[in-house]
Every structure is written in C-alpha cells, then in structure tokens.
C-alpha cells in the first residue's frame, strides 16, 4: 500500500482568512500526488494533480489563485485555500499512487465561518 | 469519458444478511483499472481492491468478493455475512491506464451508503 499523512484534520476559520493543510508521503517519495473535495454527501472530485518542482496541473472549473498547491519535497504537497468563504467549507483529502493505485489520506474538515 | 454509476443511493441490512453494492462504468478504453474504497464515518478511504480490464476473475477476500463482467460493464460488490462494522459509504472508481494526466485520474461513483443494523 501507501501511507499518507494529512494536517490539519479539522480545521475553523473566520471568512476571508487563509487555510493551509499539509499532506505528506510517509513511506516513500512522492513526485506526484492528488488533491480532492468531497461535500457532504457527495463523491469526491479531483482538484488538482501536485507535481514535486513544477506547477500543479488544475482541473477545469478549479480556481488555481484561490487553491494554492506547492510541492516543494518529495514527501510534502500544500493546498493553501486562500480567502477562504463558507463555501469552500468541504473535506478536502489527498493521495498518492503506488503503482495504479491511489491511496488517501485521513483527509481534513474545513469549516469557514 | 468515463463514467462511474452506483444506482444504489443507500442500502439497510440487518446483520449477517448477504447484501451486493452494484457498479457500472463506461470508458472507451480498452485498458483500465476498478477499484472499491470503503468510506467509513471517521471519513479516510480505505483501499479494498483492484481491478484491471484484461483480469476478469473473479476475487474473494474473506467476506468481500467481487464480480467483473465487461459484456455488461459491471464491477459489483458482494459482502457475505455483514457485521456493524461494514457500515460506511462505498466507492466505485475507475481509472485508464498510464502516469499522464488521464491515468492520474480517478474517477468515482456517487458512492453507495450501507447501513448494517444489529
């Protein structure tokens, strides 16, 4: 498998303020790993793919200035979620693949008042 | 493009009953990975099982077992003997083959709630 590694696990903040959550590989190095949302009751839903030393790849209708991704290590991705409002309240989870697997994070809640 | 169906929005059994999460996928490749992830109430996916397009036999883990039918496009889900503890959310997923941005993609269903009651 894989062991991935998620920080904060819950998090509250007031509206307009920045949120950054960490996930990191604890098994092995990582070039590549994966940025979910899942709201509630719904399935997750791919945000960006984090490149180790290049740009994260976005996917369509995802705000790139507003989820920052930084993979500066390959043990460590970043999603600062930037002037953060209710409706990014959501449970943002990542991962990484071991061969064609993806393996997940204990994920973090994020409440925006 | 791929899509990922779980017609099944939730399902309740009562212990020790057998029950089958059903999913149906559609993808114009020709190779291609399942997969199932647990969801439980604490909200990490836990890995069950893959799949790859070219492998369909069938797999049992102790009380999982999984059913791969490419004529109808299904990767069903079968639990025996369910206990409390299989309550959780279930996803279906399905990937293409490949480390480029389509292979890195995975692709889930609406996932199934299952509810064992005692």
Known sequence: GAVVSQHPSRVICKSGTSVKIECRSLDFQATTMFWYRQFPKQSLMLMATSNEGSKATYEQGVEKDKFLINHASLTLSTLTVTSAHPEDSSFYICSKKNKETQYFGPGTRLLVL | ?118
């Open chain 2, 1 to 118: 493009a791929q899509k990922v169906t779980q017609a099944q929005t939730e399902i309740s059994v009562v212990e020790k009953e057998d029950v089958t999460l059903d999913c149906v996928y559609e993808t114009r490749d020709t190779t291609y990975y399942l997969f199932w992830y647990k969801q439980p109430p604490s909200g990490e996916l836990v890995f069950l099982i893959r799949r790859n397009s070219f492998d369909e036999q069938n797999e049992i883990s102790g009380r999982y077992s999984w059913n791969f039918q490419k004529s109808t496009s299904s990767f069903n889900f079968t639990i025996t003997a369910s206990q409390v503890v299989d309550s959780a959310v279930y996803f279906c997923a399905l990937s293409e083959e490949g480390t480029n941005a389509r292979g890195n993609k995975l692709v889930f269903g609406a996932g199934t709630i299952l509810r064992v009651k005692s």
